[in-house]
């Protein structure tokens, strides 16, 4: 009874130190961990993210999301584009990292809300995605593995990177982006 | 009741792009929608918050900024479950038809740190258990806290049970005699991921099994602890159990857990002084699940070691075994191609399970409880979340001549 006295104590003195609004701190988050991925991925320190006014198509999997184009002082590099899709009884942020032709070079799960499926934010699964980088299409149990416990987030985000990659490649055979 | 109904009407229409899309992917359905508004007109008897949420869900909106990314569902419910209707039929016997299980999984998000999960169970259509009922406070993307009617992290089954993920229109039966599933106890513990390392862990205290009600002893030879759990109800607690997973997903297709529980039976008030009311308990499980294209295999290990059986069985009259030990092992295939939208996945399992694998000096081995089964068949996954199963099984003992077949069907659900 002494441990669950302690534990319930610690719990309580853990939740003192949380800032009041979690969004904040989360959009906060967002932006700082993609800067941190566009400066390893790309190796550049220095870079401005414009915010593109053009939208993908939002889908079942696209729930919501955003494009930035990566800037360095002379040229357009690539895009970051931040994403939400639903996981089983909630959703999660992703962050795609693409070069100027659209190649995919960095996927990161930012946010993940819930217990259940939370597996797909390891980051030795994710390379998948690159590795298969050069297929049209990202197809679970075959060139994307599952993972056995969190089918419906595998199959959320899976989903949702194509929905993204197909609307892209839209975008850029319109000359849009 | 009006103001809940407008109440409600509201909520719906407040949210509809983005909450009531995510949450319950029913954007087409407009006669689901109703239903689910009836059901919330219920549900919101107990949410009185509900007016607050959606004045609350509109701030959150207004406060997005930077990336105005984070809509996901910043509070509300979540409505689930699953269930099966089997149909057995052993050899030489009626069959029986059952609804075995309709279970309810209603969560509620008071913010997005703290959530409420819990499921109702029907089992058999007439009995009514809560299996789930806790609430998830995270503390960082790592670390949580549970506390409540938590399920005890031992091997595949007792927390992934869901009838479209595992083959076969029956559990595991190591599932239901080693352990004991599902097995659920009130607790308090961490949860987490460690992304870096592809791992994920839980740590819990929990209420132990009831080996001794005051009148007699729960526990016993043919299907070891089963008869010992407190699912929670009125239950009584004299000893602190642990119980902890470790599970590892860093290989590509390959999941593996390894599990481990310690601690000592119950006995109620009065019951406990006397020697053998008790028995300790430790249990170690190690399961794997692999996943190549369309080819599958899980394999899972319980051994569970149980102290002062001898005296305990001295005081009670049972033949509770000093030692259960149990293992299986499945390989399926998907013949489908990986385009289809439905899988019908063929598949075999190996079952070697003895709730006798040891007994103290003075009882000696059943050996009717070492049971050996074989079961064939396969899962036709015709959506996502909707199976229907057919198998057959050949069960025996290690005593000759005991192979009895049995067959039976299914049909499955989660949403």
Redesign the interface.
Known sequence: ?K??LF??IL?LS??AW?PA????R???Y??KETKKAISSTFKIERFLLEQETILLTSS?FL????IFKINTETDSIGYAI???A?S??????YLLLLDSSLSLKKVK?L???E?YG??I?????LS?FLKSANVDTY????NI???????ISV?SITASINDVMDSLRTLQSQNKI | MLFIIILNSLFFKTRDSTFVQSLFRLNKNSKMRKTLTLVLIGLTLCTYGQNTSVQDTLQISSNQRILNNLAGIPQGITLGGYGEVLYNKPENLNAEIDIQRLVLLFGYKFDERVQFVTEIEFEHVKEVYVEQAFVNYSLTSGLNIRAGLMLVPMGIINEFHEPTIFNGVERPSLDKYIIPTTWREIGIGLSGRLNSISARYQAYLFNGFLSHNGESGLLKGSNGLRSGRQKGAESTMSNVNFAGKFDFYGIRGLRLGLSGYHGKTQAVDGQNEIPGSQVGLSMLGLDGRYTLKKFSARGQYAIASLSDTDLYNELTGRDLGSKLMGYYLEAAYNVLPFINKQRLVGFVRYENYNTHHAVGEFISKNEAFHRKEWTLGFSYHIAPGAVYKMDYQTKSTAIANTTKGQFNMGVGIWF
């Open positions: 009874m441990k669950i534990l319930f719990s853990l939740s949380t609004s979690r969004s904040e989360e959009s906060k967002i932006l079942a729930t919501e999301h955003s931040v994403a939400t639903p089983k009884t909630d959703s999660f942020e799960v946010i993940y809300r217990d939370g597996e934010s390891s980051k030795r699964w998948q197809v679970y149990g075959d593995s599952a993972i056995s416990g969190a089918t199959k």
